[in-house]
């Protein structure tokens, strides 16, 4: 059975800072991966996502991850932090093709950031 | 502009009664979702449908019903079976198979009155 883990249910930042979010997931085929964005009330926005390639992705606002299939991870990165990325995260892994390309999500992490 | 969109953004159930939460898409897609948000447990698929006329079960399906007649359309039944209604529901969309990703739209708040 496919599972996303997200370790950190909440983490704090200063603006400025740099930022990563772990992410593990367990997946029987080569997984495609996912991060989204959720602010308060809203929808999901889709971050960047991974199936191939180079194993360092860009996305929107300036994020990036970094697959590593020995480590079963996929983390996300940002250099420098911004007041308006306060929000929750989430990792989601699924397949490229079959299944019905069901998602599995993880449980999110909350980012806050401090001024 | 394409997009998403579900309806109402707030909604209140009395006990024992069936509610319907609508979800339209413009995109074209074949393939559209249901989801279930609660604090702290991430989103868990309801159910989903990759084709018109034809749906499946996610990991909790019980207490909900779907439909999907219209390409665009993919409504989602809380039945009163449902006994913890009580969430934020969440319907995305996809373009068919590969490497497309599931779109999102801004999601239905259920209480219960």
Redesign the interface.
């Known amino acids: 059975a496919q599972s996303v883990t997200q370790p950190d249910i909440h983490i704090t930042v200063s603006e400025g800072a740099s930022l990563e979010l772990r992410c593990n997931y367990s997946y029987g085929a080569t997984p495609y991966l996912f991060w989204y964005v959720q602010s308060p009330g809203q929808g999901l926005q889709l971050l960047l996502k991974y199936f191939s390639g180079d194993t360092l992705v860009q996305g929107i606002k300036g994020f990036e991850a970094e697959f590593k299939r020995s480590q079963s991870s996929f983390n996300l990165r940002k250099p420098s932090v911004h007041w308006s990325d306060a929000a929750e995260y989430f990792c989601a892994v699924g397949p490229l093709e079959g299944g019905g390309n069901k998602l599995t999500f993880g449980t999110g992490t909350q980012l806050k950031v401090e001024l | 502009d394409g997009g ?1 969109t ?1 309806s109402p953004k707030y909604l209140f159930r009395k006990e024992g009664q069936n509610v319907t939460l609508s979800c339209e898409q413009n995109l074209n897609h074949d ?1 559209m ?1 249901w ?1 279930r948000q609660d604090p ?6 309801i159910y ?1 449908s ?1 084709i018109v006329n034809d749906f ?1 079960k ?1 990991d909790i399906a019980e207490g909900y019903s779907v439909s999907r007649e219209k390409k665009e359309s993919f409504p989602l039944t809380v039945t009163s079976a449902q006994k913890n209604p009580t969430a934020f529901y ?1 319907c ?1 969309s ?1 373009s068919g ?3 497309q ?7 239905t ?1 259920l209480s219960i009155l």
């Open positions: 998403i579900q393939a979702y989801y702290g447990q991430g989103l868990r698929l989903y990759q499946q996610g969440l995305a996809k198979p590969g490497d990703p599931q779109h999102f739209g801004d999601g708040r």
